[in-house]
């Protein structure tokens, strides 16, 4: 007998073969990541709060200067949509893009919906960082990112094989870092937690090979 046979009762199981989201899954997608991704920077503001990457830079600038969020987060992000066009292409900047700005004007109305919070400190701080996180992760998961770190983060994964998530973990340090300039030290405190939460999150959930519906 043939050393190829099945044996009886064995079942061939067919490769899985990866299937891409459809558009409207897309933008339904992209479009619930930027609405987490905006509540969960709401949150951090509310309590004058950090988190890692732009957008924690864009809050430490925020804070410092008084000048608008929405704009801070858009322009620190162009130079990494540079970045981004050479070596993802045009439809991964373009969807990035319009999360960055999608965010940003969003993060700009999220007061006047939700009106004004007085909750935890630091449930606020976790909660928002575990929110901007799963919002990241959508976005991921359907060709787009809120640019910066993400961006450097998903291109050092697919060359190097390094996780997104403690690539940027490691680069969130020297933001939230930064904050003890700006912020209280019990805020940075909790805001490095908090950030430790978010990349956890994207650690622990994105990992090359594991999603198909890319």
């Given at each position: 007998m043939s050393?190829?046979s ?5 079942t ?9 989201h459809?558009?409207?899954?897309d933008?339904a ?10 509540l969960?920077l ?8 950090v ?5 924690g830079?864009s809050?430490?600038?925020h804070y410092?200067?008084?000048?608008s ?12 949509f540079?970045?981004?066009v ?9 969807r ?8 940003s ?5 999220q ?11 630091w ?11 799963v919002?990241?992760?959508?976005l991921f ?13 998903l291109i050092?994964?697919?060359?190097l ?9 490691a680069?969130?340090v020297a933001?939230?870092?930064?904050a003890?300039?700006v912020?209280a030290p019990?805020?940075v ?7 430790v ?13 594991r999603?198909?519906?890319?």
């Amino acid at each position: 007998m043939s050393g190829t046979s099945p044996a009886v009762g064995d079942t061939a199981v067919p490769p899985a073969v990866p299937q891409r989201h459809t558009l409207a899954e897309d933008i339904a997608g992209i479009l619930t990541g930027v609405v987490l991704a905006s509540l969960g920077l709401y949150l951090l503001r509310s309590v004058s709060a950090v988190t890692g990457g732009t957008a924690g830079l864009s809050l430490l600038l925020h804070y410092a200067s008084g000048w608008s969020f929405s704009v801070l987060y858009v322009a620190v992000n162009l130079p990494f949509f540079a970045l981004a066009v050479s070596v993802k292409g045009w439809q991964f900047t373009l969807r990035s893009l319009v999360a960055v700005v999608a965010v940003s004007l969003l993060s700009a109305v999220q007061p006047n919906l939700l009106g004004t919070l007085e909750p935890q400190t630091w449930y606020v701080i976790v909660l928002g960082n575990l929110v901007v996180g799963v919002g990241l992760l959508v976005l991921f998961r359907h060709r787009a990112s809120l640019g910066g770190f993400g961006i450097l983060a998903l291109i050092l994964q697919e060359r190097l094989g390094w996780r997104a998530g403690y690539v940027q973990m490691a680069l969130d340090v020297a933001v939230v870092a930064s904050a003890f300039l700006v912020v209280a030290p019990s805020l940075v405190l909790w805001s490095a937690l908090g950030a430790v939460v978010l990349n956890l999150v994207l650690a622990l959930n994105h990992k090359p090979g594991r999603y198909l519906g890319f």
